[in-house]
């Protein structure tokens, strides 16, 4: 019953910028934390940050920091993950995630809804 869709995934230039975006159905989306995760080929699933329910409070992984930055809009059931500055490292498929604790943990094994993913290639 619960859906997660992620977006705007792409093949794009080391530098360059992409939005990703993930749209909630099937859950009390304006009082769920969301987090976004990725895998690269051969390597497990990471954390990569979360946005708390109101969009007030959000954190990151280390190596993105400064780059990546997290925003919600709950009128529309959609949070966003803005990529800056983008390196051939961040390569992976990238998944939202929520739970029905409507927080989020960083092992991704602990959260339960998850998206299909969608890719994102950075050539140098």
């Known amino acids: 019953q619960v859906q997660l869709v992620e977006s705007g995934g792409g093949l794009v230039q080391a530098g360059d910028s992409l939005r990703l975006s993930c749209a909630a159905s099937?859950?009390?989306?304006?009082?769920?934390?969301i987090g976004w995760f990725r895998q690269a080929p051969g390597k497990e699933r990471e954390f990569v940050g979360v946005?708390?329910?109101?969009?007030?409070?959000?954190e990151y992984t280390d190596s993105v920091k400064g780059r990546f930055t997290l925003n919600r809009d709950n009128a529309k059931n959609t949070v966003y993950l803005q990529m800056n500055s983008l390196k051939p490292e961040d390569t992976a498929v990238y998944y939202c995630?929520?739970?029905?604790?409507?927080?989020?943990?960083?092992?991704?094994?602990?959260?339960?809804?998850w998206g299909q993913g969608t890719q994102v290639t950075v050539s140098s």
């Open positions: 995630a929520a739970d029905k604790s409507r927080r989020i943990t960083k092992r991704p094994g602990g959260n339960e809804y």
């Open positions: 099937g859950l009390s989306f304006s009082t769920t934390a």
């Open positions: 946005i708390s329910w109101s969009g007030a409070t959000t």
